[in-house]
């Protein structure tokens, strides 16, 4: 379920050092090669972090706390990822997390609120987006937007909802005044649709449906270039 895993122990047997290293644990936001340092410590383990995730690489420190009275929590000092901070506190709930997590920083600034539900994970979130770069396989920056997102993974299942707003975005060397994106997603399958504008001078305008499925991606779309009308008049794959 969560892919490869080693792990390392060092130090004295009843409070090691452990060191994890997990290929991917987490595909619904394509973590991978994530290395994470447990450090003993009065108030439990200190914590070091890296990986990949969805929005490029991402390092972050933080405490594993073991309090004498209470459940164990997870505090996150500081989680780096897009140009941006995480930081929170969130404590193990029914086999998923509960907790909220505000994200600060160059490119993305809001919240994420973390919950037990159904057996499995629920994340909600609202991001302010602001001199976005993301370095994914194919680099992409937005000047201004808004990011909601209403998720629930359980087990291998999820079940994603998400809306954009965006102005000013760049990708593979297209220019784009204006972008607007809603998705609906069910273990990988659904329907994400899209209205764009370009620039003021281009003329261009573009709206787009999408199947999506893990076997791929179908797209109809129709707009206009400089008055002139565009049609793709068969799914494009």
Known sequence: EYGPLSMKL????????????????????????????????????AVVSSGQSMLGAFDGVGQLLLPKRGGPMVRADRLNVAGSTASGLVRPDKGALTGQLALVGQGMSGDFILNAEGGGQRVTGQLALADLALSSPVPLT??????????????????????LNARGVQSGGLTLGRVAAQANIVDGSGEVTASVRGTRRSGFELQANAAVSPNGVQVLAEGSYQSRPITLSGPAR
């Open 10 to 45: 060092t130090g004295v047997i009843d409070r090691p050092v452990v060191e994890l290293a997990l290929d991917r644990p987490f595909d619904a936001a394509e973590l991978a090669a994530v290395r994470v340092k447990l450090t003993p410590n009065a108030a439990g383990f």
């Open 142 to 163: 937005i000047q201004q937007g808004e990011v909601e997102i209403n998720a629930l993974f359980v087990g291998p299942r999820s079940d994603i909802q998400a809306t």
